[in-house]
């Protein structure tokens, strides 16, 4: 597997203060990796690193063979990694359809492919193409999100927590379907509140405290550690 | 006489600096402390020197008022009249942002301005109220003008002195924290409307006892004593020009505009009478263009807000 | 009062204005939804184009309604320079300073209308005309053309928004402008048509209240309050609500002749936007609230 992302060292926060210390991680083709740790310890803040909504002050991030630190979202969007946000994710007044017709925005051309695709992955979406976003339920809303994600057709998607008040159905759903984007060929990192579920079933971890690395290795090494577990997943 | 002329004038100016001063004061409570847009300055403005005039002036043949009471009492008059036209307005638009509040105080500055033309029997309509008191009126025209000059200089003073004591005291300091971080303000559980209205109410009363100082210095006020359009806009370039959030720049402010104003007045009425009329216009342009140039090269005017304790803190706290 | 007289007298006076009202409250609304602030400066924009009209009127010997495209697409290159020189480096400041520009540029273009064409009434066309009578409705040619424009242009805009790609980036920019951002919207250009759009209405505005009473250059300012009210009522954001909100307030400001001397006929519109600020801020259509 080769590498599609690699963050080295990266310092940065917002303004002038640094949230990130010297956090390194990678994502390879097709794998998913997930993020977790306690509130605050930089977990999103990582995310939007890489999607160019920080102040990046050391370290590079490189993607698919180019240094994209410092690049501006759009340009990132253009090169294929998508960002799904934690919330406000979708546009609420306007149909599913059209948030995904939104999220194709910057592609030219044919886009019923990309429906074709989205739509597949997502099947309760497309009987309800036409219904407005905003009244739909937030598992089905975080589908949307995604779904918008997808649109472009990206080499890599970042999700921030997905799961976040989701029930116990939904949050194995999101999973699966975190499975299903994967088996289309891209890679997923994400950051994850609910660590024991996440660390099962992705491939990779990264356990970050206060802005740094703390731990890292496959989801299984990881729930077998002590120190991990003991550090936030309750023993 | 050349000089006598010129003195006369010097007094006239000082009284309309020192009345626009105190109506920047009162903007200055409402948008530089408070962060309230009031589009409808002159109605407040209006609103007290009727108030005032109503009270204080001799009784006269069908309408109301004529009380004859101490100018005095017709000055706090003004201000309790103007506070109290700005409550309900305050009340409920207050909740909203400041957007809401501009459209609305365009609208009462209208709905009083509708008041004043057609209730006769309260304001005489366009006949106005004439022959108000004039405190030390009966002294020689120039010590008169003189006398109403330091009455004037006194009670800016005053409303410097309360204005300036209150901002510095708790009070002017939660203000500036709901000003410029009303998330972080609610949370430590701060009755922001609560706030904002006192502070509304608080500068309207200024504007009104503004109105009482302009009526009792002409011993008149009619419905085209001024135009409420060109007075609200003077105000609000005086505020901004001078510095908002800063009293002294309120005040430095409103005699910087109000001599460009008045000496572009008198320079364009040297004109022929075609021109005369369109310069009006264009110096109104000008004013409009010089409030676009100072938002956008020198926002903090000319005096900027004082870096009081608090507010040192939370500037450097908002960059880190 | 017959039925007949009050739709004659009142309904139908009502349905004109407040068609003109609701071309510039569809503007108001679509620059409070996109931008974000409150356009002060919204009514004389709508005073320059019904002067722009007129020159074209006294220039080319044409009537208003042929003129009525040059002054929309004057308008709207007026609004969008109006943006690019004085809003568009506020951007990044706190939204009531553009508020407060805005108030400025009013003053400013009413003051350059007051310049070029004086502060004298004036009309398009000379004379009285008398209305038509249609089973006992009595209604002028203007009155149909006007509401019948209002139909058609606001008709084009909803098409455009809720089927083209840019109209669609509008609205998603209206809906949630960070998410727009990042799906790659290019919110310049959606700033832009935002222009365009409020702009051209604000001129069909301006130049139907001329063609219906007379062209003065408070005519625009005096519109302001009730275009607001018409653009709240209705729910910020809400195109149709805009439309609904402009016809009500018109009607409501004939009505209250009725209860009300005829000089407060202008405060209706306030009351209005009091009631609903009071009882229900988002609108009848669910807009948002600023």
């Known amino acids: 597997m080769t590498t599609l992302l690699s963050l080295q060292a990266v310092t940065g926060g917002y303004g002038d203060a640094n949230i990130l210390h010297a956090v390194s991680m990678t994502v390879s083709d097709r794998e998913i990796v997930v993020i977790v740790g306690p509130n605050g310890a930089g977990k999103s803040t990582a995310m939007k690193a890489v999607f160019g909504l920080l102040n990046v002050r050391g370290g590079s991030i490189r993607f698919d063979g180019d240094d994209i630190t410092g690049w501006v979202p759009n340009k990132i969007v253009q090169r294929g990694i998508c960002y799904v946000p934690q919330v406000d994710n979708i546009f609420r007044e306007m149909t599913i359809h059209e948030n995904l017709e939104m999220g194709a925005f910057l592609r030219k051309g044919d886009l019923s492919a990309a429906f074709d695709r989205v739509y597949t992955l997502f099947p309760d979406l497309k009987e309800r193409r036409k219904t407005p976003a905003g009244s739909l339920s937030g598992g089905q809303r975080q589908m949307v999100a995604m779904g918008r994600a997808l649109m472009l057709d990206p080499k890599l998607l970042l999700l921030d927590e997905p799961t976040a008040g989701l029930s116990p159905k939904y949050m194995e759903q999101i999973f699966q379907i975190c499975r299903d984007v994967r088996g289309t060929g891209v890679a997923i990192l994400l950051v994850e509140q609910h660590a024991k579920q996440a660390l099962e079933f992705a491939d990779r971890g990264y356990v970050l405290a206060a802005g740094q690395n703390r731990h890292e290795g496959t989801g299984a090494n990881l729930l077998a550690d002590r120190e991990v577990a003991e550090m936030f997943l309750g023993g | 006489m050349e000089l006598y002329g010129l003195l006369n004038y010097a007094l006239f100016m000082g009284v309309f600096i020192g009345i626009y001063a105190l109506l920047a004061l009162g903007l200055n409570i409402q948008w530089g402390f408070a962060g309230l847009f009031n589009a409808g300055i002159a109605g407040f403005f209006a609103v007290g020197a009727y108030t005032s005039a109503i009270l204080t002036s001799a009784a006269a043949e069908g309408r109301i008022g004529g009380f004859e009471l101490p100018v005095i009492v017709g000055w706090f008059g003004a201000m309790g009249a103007a506070a109290l036209i700005a409550w309900p307005i305050g009340k409920i638009c207050l909740r909203f942002r400041s957007d809401y509040l501009a459209i609305a105080t365009i609208g009462i500055a209208e709905i009083i301005r509708l008041v004043i033309k057609s209730e006769a029997e309260l304001t005489n309509s366009a006949r106005g109220i004439t022959g108000l008191p004039r405190p030390f009126g009966d002294l020689d025209y120039m010590a008169s003008q003189a006398a109403y000059l330091g009455i004037v200089l006194v009670v800016l003073a005053i409303a410097y002195v309360l204005v300036e004591r209150q901002f510095n005291a708790p009070w002017g300091r939660m203000m500036r924290a709901i000003r410029d971080n009303e998330d972080a303000a609610r949370a430590m559980g701060k009755n922001i409307e609560y706030r904002r209205l006192e502070a509304f109410i608080f500068g309207a009363a200024l504007m009104g006892l503004g109105g009482a100082l302009f009526a009792h210095f002409n011993r008149s006020i009619t419905p085209e004593a001024i135009d409420p359009m060109v007075a609200t806009f003077l105000v609000w370039i005086m505020l901004i020009l001078g510095g908002s959030g800063n009293n002294r720049g309120a005040i430095l402010g409103a005699a910087v505009v109000w001599i460009i104003w008045s000496v572009s007045e008198i320079a364009t009425d040297q004109l022929p009478h075609e021109y005369a009329v369109k310069a009006k216009y264009i110096r109104l342009f000008l004013i409009g263009l010089l409030l676009q140039l100072v938002l956008r090269f020198r926002p903090e005017g000319i005096l900027p807000e004082p870096l009081r304790g608090d507010l040192r803190h939370t500037k450097e706290g908002n960059r880190s | 009062m017959d039925f007949l007289e009050l739709v004659n007298f009142y309904i139908i006076p009502g349905l004109v204005i407040g068609s003109i009202y609701a071309l510039g409250a569809v503007g108001i609304t679509l620059v409070f939804a996109i931008l974000r602030y409150a356009h002060l400066a919204h009514g004389d924009l709508a005073t320059l184009g019904a002067f722009l009209a007129l020159a074209v009127v006294t220039g080319f010997g044409i009537s208003p309604l042929a003129a009525l495209p040059i002054a929309i697409l004057g308008t709207a290159a007026v609004a969008v320079g109006i943006d690019k020189v004085f809003y568009e480096h506020l951007r990044e400041r706190p939204k009531i300073v553009t508020v407060m520009a805005s108030l400025g540029i009013a003053l400013m273009v009413r003051a350059v209308v007051q310049v070029i064409w004086g502060v004298d009434s004036e009309s398009y066309v000379k004379g009285i005309v008398r209305p038509d009578v249609y089973f006992g409705l009595r209604i002028r040619d203007r009155e149909i053309y006007t509401v019948i424009a209002m139909i058609a242009l606001v008709g084009v805009l909803q098409v455009f928004l809720t089927q083209s790609k840019w109209g669609k980036a509008m609205r998603a920019m209206s809906d949630n402008p960070n998410l727009a ?52 009522l209705g729910g910020v954001g809400r195109v149709e609500g805009a439309v609904l909100g402009g016809l009500i307030v018109g009607v409501a400001e004939e009505l209250s002749v009725l209860v009300l001397p005829s000089e407060y006929k202008a405060a209706t519109a306030f009351a209005i936007l009091l009631f609903m600020l009071l009882v229900r801020p988002t609108g009848l259509l669910r807009g948002k609230v600023l």
């Open chain 3, 181 to 232: 951002l990042l799906s790659g919207i290019d919110n310049k250009k959606v700033v832009m048509l935002t222009w365009i759009i409020a702009g051209g209405l604000c001129a069909a505005a301006g130049v139907f209240l001329g063609i219906n009473t007379e062209l003065k250059s408070m005519m625009g300012w005096n519109m302001l309050l009730p275009m607001f009210a018409a653009a709240i």
